[in-house]
């Protein structure tokens, strides 16, 4: 079955970095685009990031663009999120989800919390 | 960028009810549409996709509706576990996609 595992998640500083990971099971990895979706406490899901099954095209919401970078090792079976010059608005559980054309997102990842805060 | 509106943004319901949740574009964006549901401190489920498909293995209980700007998503016996929220998604603008508010279906 499709498992999707996010880590890396945790407390970071204003202006500091992180890096999550997202490891895959269950499909074949390499034949599928990922996105990132964040949910800040409370609130609504955001859509963050998307890179084809093998990586030639990434996509960024306006909110994480030139900050963030999403990108995959198809050997490893995983998927990551650079972040940098993280905010306090950054702050926010991460999911990692499998695309699909027709659904969009049809498996998720139980998610990682990251917390910008001083 | 399209603009997803979901109404109400909550309400009660007793086990049993009917209960009919809409979703509202910004523009058109013809079927391209997702519902969602979410549990406290769970990720989101996906319940319906193409605005009217049942994603495979969720109760027959939901159905959705709609094209073009307004949507409905309809759960015609609510049961215990269905006490969540739900979202909607266009992915009209694929592969971003732009999700409801959300609506929180409290129990009376």
């Known amino acids: 079955q499709v498992q999707l595992v996010e880590s890396g998640g945790g407390v970071v500083q204003p202006g500091g970095s992180l890096r999550l990971s997202c490891a895959a099971s269950?499909?074949?990895?390499?034949?599928?685009?990922m996105h990132w979706v964040r949910q800040a406490p409370g609130k609504g899901l955001e859509w963050v990031a998307f890179?084809?099954?093998?990586?030639?095209?990434?996509y960024y919401a306006d909110s994480v663009k030139g900050r963030f970078t999403i990108s995959r090792d198809n050997s490893k079976n995983t998927l990551y999120l650079q972040m940098n010059s993280l905010r306090a608005e950054d702050t926010a559980v991460y999911y990692c989800?499998?695309?699909?054309?027709?659904?969009?997102?049809?498996?998720w990842g139980q998610g990682t919390l990251v917390t910008v805060s001083s | 960028a399209i603009r997803m509106t979901q109404s109400p943004s909550s309400f009660s319901a007793s086990t049993g009810d009917r209960v009919t949740i809409t979703c509202r574009a910004s523009?058109?964006?013809?079927?391209?549409l997702a519902w969602y549901q979410q549990k406290p401190g769970k990720a989101p489920k996906l319940l319906i996709y193409?605005?009217?498909t049942l994603q495979s293995g969720v109760p027959s209980r939901f159905s959705g509706s709609g094209s073009g700007t307004d949507f409905t998503l309809t759960i015609s016996c609510l049961q215990s576990e269905d006490f969540a929220t739900y979202y909607c998604?266009?992915?009209?603008?694929?592969?971003?996609?732009?999700f409801g508010q959300g609506t929180k279906v409290e129990i009376k």
């Open positions: 989800a499998k695309d699909n054309p027709t659904t969009v997102h049809d498996y």
């Open positions: 269950g499909f074949t990895f390499s034949s599928y685009g």
């Open positions: 890179i084809r099954y093998d990586g030639s095209n990434k």
């Open positions: 523009q058109g964006i013809s079927s391209y």
């Open positions: 193409a605005a009217s």
């Open positions: 998604q266009q992915y009209y603008s694929y592969p971003e996609g732009t």
